[in-house]
């Protein structure tokens, strides 16, 4: 059984600076003919699991406009240009603009968010040794963030309530619980 | 501290089978001024992570065209227009026309799964007491998917491998880990 769908034409309908969208008509295996799938490309993003001395995580309150709610998270953003092969840095500069800390780095997953019509892909780190950076660089301008510390617990109890509501964060705790929560 | 965003204007750049793109413009909470936001908004989705008498977990091989390659997944579908207030109705659907199964189903999770852009929220079921139904529902005419029954280990090392690579499934399997292969 043959899988890969073959471009036939890629049609672009929009270009922000966060994703591009397009449309392809492809060639479907097996002469099933044609079909079109409309995708979005996104340039990717880290996540930091980030853990204290005493076992605490690191989790941001903001507001997330698509969903039109506040949603609480661990440390995350985007790649900028260029930065591929140096998402290590990026995650670091992210846990550093997002909650004042630098650390020690560890890759623990690398997936994409939602492989149906989207490619971003997410690198997940667990950051250990927390020190707090003397002058940390300033957030995004356009960023309102509030940071907090919980512990495990209080973590589940917000996934119960539906304030923690992303899979990153959900995907970040359920691995804690398998392995520091788990101790 | 005030974090919500609020919409001055909205402006639609596609509207797809799969999900529409807006950019609104946005006043800042805390007089920080006006940004952008690039969205996607898109109607939800179900996945289920099915796991046999023997706790194997049913997994879907199938080529994703966002990241032109294969993937390895458990089952999921997206929802349908009218679908809301019966998810679990969609997913028993989804289980039957992808494997043949269907199952007692036990709702997990609620999650987004790309937040930051995105509005996709994917419920994930647990699916036991697999049956396989006589004359299931055929698949959509544009699916080409391939099933396996696979061992927590097996499932594990196709995460080492990438072949196992996006969220919704590695969470399933976490949450296997935690519970059913923690047993």
Redesign the interface.
């Known amino acids: 059984?043959?899988?890969?769908?073959k471009?036939l034409k890629r049609d672009i309908?929009?270009e922000?600076?966060?994703?591009t969208?397009a449309?392809?008509d492809?060639e479907?295996?097996?002469n099933?003919?044609q079909?079109?799938?409309?995708?979005?490309?996104?340039k990717g993003?880290v996540a930091i699991l980030a853990v204290t001395p005493d076992d605490k995580i690191i989790i941001v309150?903001?507001?997330?406009?698509?969903?039109e709610k506040?949603?609480y998270?661990i440390p995350?953003g985007?790649l900028e240009v260029g930065e591929h092969g140096s998402e290590t840095e990026a995650a670091l500069r992210e846990l550093e603009e997002e909650t004042g800390y630098t650390a020690a780095l560890n890759l623990l997953?690398?997936?994409?968010?939602?492989?149906?019509?989207?490619?971003?892909k997410?690198r997940l780190y667990m950051a250990t040794d927390l020190v707090k950076v003397p002058n940390p660089r300033p957030k995004d301008?356009?960023e309102?963030l509030?940071i907090v510390e919980l512990g495990l617990d209080e973590c589940l109890e917000l996934?119960k309530t539906?304030d923690i509501?992303?899979?990153?964060t959900?995907?970040a705790l359920?691995?804690f619980?398998?392995t520091v929560g788990g101790k």
Do not use: W
Not at 16 to 19: N, R, S, T
């Open positions: 059984m043959d899988f890969e769908e471009t309908k929009f922000g600076h966060i994703f969208v449309v392809d492809v479907l295996p097996n099933l003919g079909a079109k799938r409309e995708l979005i490309f996104h993003a309150k903001q507001y997330r406009k698509a969903i506040i949603s998270e995350a985007k997953y690398e997936f994409y968010t939602a492989i149906g019509f989207c490619n971003e997410i301008d356009d309102v509030e996934i539906g509501c992303d899979a990153k959900i995907m359920q691995y619980a398998l």
